[in-house]
């Protein structure tokens, strides 16, 4: 009997903490520890990470941002800009299937497609092209350009 209450609260508990990563918390979102749990830096994503969902099963995850975010990413400072709404599939070591998020770079915007894990290095697919950045230049998760952490 308290076994079966505990396990009816955790379910019904579950999709709120999801949907609702506790506000005031500085740190990691339940979106950046999704990130984490598949060997992905949380400098993947920004901070404002408002809305996140993910099928445990599949992997596929979509997230919400409270709008566009821009993100000057290092080293080079390539400009990358999130959308309000980012897809994707994760498993342990590999994005795919990305939507969402696009960097400006060589005068025109690349959209990233997929990212996967080589060693120390993230290796960002852009269609069939790709580029190789060391994991440990993402290891902070930043604010958007122009926006302070509202907290
Ligand atoms: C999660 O993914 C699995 C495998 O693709 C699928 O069968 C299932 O319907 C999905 N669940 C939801 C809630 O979308």
Redesign the pocket.
Known sequence: MKISLFLLSFLVLLPLSLQDPSPGVKAPTQAHAELTNHGFPIGLLPLSVKNYFI?Q??G?FSLFLDGTCNIKLPPDNYLATYSKKVTGRISPGKIAELQGIRVWAFFKYWYITGIRISGDNLVFEVGVASAKYPSKNFDDSLDCEGKRSSS
Do not use: K, L, W
Request: hydrophobic fraction near 0%; charged fraction near 25%.
């Open positions: 099928n099963t599949s596929e």
